[in-house]
């Protein structure tokens, strides 16, 4: 059996490995290495494959969602609230701008921000709202809009995980994630279901003004060389990381198709044990659909219960297989981010997430005796310890 990895990219890379390597030569040779033809051209063919008016690039996902801020003219000392689950950077970019972050705690089945949660939250001096697309899923979206709408604030979706996954409204209305909001963020980083080899971002909007700003906000304020309009920053996609891009992005359906393949396989393996909390879809699907597209799996995410995670982490390790724990300290305990508003009665279901989920491997190229293997050494750990 073939080495077992978190993520496959070199698996990957061997079904697009001519095109890749054609357009590399190209770029080589042309020497358009920023704001080339290849980073034109993704621009637009991520637009059509979105349904979106614009997507601007940008070097990583972290700083797509600070120029998101930046582009809407959030100030110091403005609210803005976000997941207590979820990787640092979303709370990052809040802080590094001078905002003040609002942790708040998350749904127990979809591990996304939970809306009643928000609401509490809302003061004053609240701006805006950036749920997390986690684990490959969209938030309660119309909930979180309607928030949004009535307390007059900007909503910004963290789109680094569930590129490709679509968002049905409450009256059957299909989006994809990441078009929902007023403006969204995304992550080329290598390990997402659409990466490039480096970093790499990209943000999201139908607003033509907002675009502007953007616009300019990526290209150090310009407009026109040598007049900086907007107080900006240095984040430009290469082109040779859109050329990657460019020949993954006509496959990403079929990745995400395959992702899903694979955890109702794992579903099925690992099912009816009572120690084994499966994934939850937010949309009422049972298990993992077979039809729908709601959820792109990014991570495959478990709960183990009964205090038997790390453990099962340790075992899995020995017998060489990769796992993850995303994530395995709250972002509210972190030494970073610690703040005297914060209570712990408020982060009941972020706290018991982070004592029991494990991700296991989850990419395009899971066999299944792979995936047997895994589930086996599951079993194996869970059944041996009761």
Do not use: W
């Amino acid at each position: 059996m073939k080495k077992i990895q978190m993520v496959d990219l070199v698996g990957q890379y061997e079904e697009i490995k001519e095109e890749v390597n054609s357009s590399f030569q190209e770029i080589l040779s042309s020497a358009a290495f920023v704001n080339g033809p290849h980073v034109k051209a993704f621009q637009q063919e991520l637009e059509e494959y979105l349904g979106v008016k614009h997507v601007i690039p940008c070097a990583n996902g972290t700083d797509a969602l600070q120029i998101c801020m930046m582009g809407l003219g959030l100030k110091p000392g403005d609210e803005v609230i976000t997941a207590d689950f979820t990787f640092a950077a979303t709370v990052e970019v809040i802080a590094l701008l001078g905002l003040t972050p609002v942790l708040v705690d998350v749904d127990p089945e979809t591990f996304n921000i939970d809306p009643q949660a928000v609401e509490k939250a809302i003061t004053p001096k609240t701006k805006a709202i950036v749920p997390v697309h986690l684990f490959g899923q969209c938030a309660d979206m119309d909930q979180l809009l309607a928030l949004a709408e009535k307390h007059n604030l900007y909503l910004i979706e963290d789109n680094a995980q569930a590129i490709g996954a679509t968002h049905t409204s409450a009256d059957g209305t299909k989006k994809k994630a990441g078009v929902l909001g007023q403006v969204a963020s995304t992550s080329f980083f290598p390990s997402k279901n659409l990466g490039c080899y480096g970093d790499g971002g990209a943000i999201f909007t139908n607003d033509d003004d907002l675009a502007h700003t953007l616009r300019g906000i990526v290209n150090h304020g310009m407009y026109e060389r040598y007049h900086h309009d907007v107080v900006g920053v240095n984040s430009r996609l290469d082109s040779l990381q859109a050329a990657v891009l460019r020949a993954k992005l006509p496959k990403l359906d079929q990745y995400n198709e395959q992702r899903r393949a694979a955890a109702r396989r794992y579903n099925e393996l690992l099912a009816n044990q009572p120690d084994i909390i499966l994934p939850k879809t937010g949309q009422g699907c049972e298990g993992v659909c077979a039809t729908c597209d709601c959820h792109v799996f990014h991570q495959y995410t478990l709960k183990i219960t009964n205090g038997k995670r790390d453990g099962l982490v340790q075992h899995l390790q020995s017998k060489g297989i990769p796992c993850g724990v995303y994530y395995p300290i709250p972002l509210h305990r972190q030494k970073a981010y610690l703040d005297e508003r914060y209570n712990e009665a408020d982060f009941g279901v972020t706290n018991q997430l982070s004592d029991e989920v494990i991700s296991l491997p989850m990419h395009t190229e899971l066999t299944d005796d792979q995936q047997s293997f895994i589930a086996e050494s599951v079993l194996e750990y869970i059944n041996q310890n009761p």
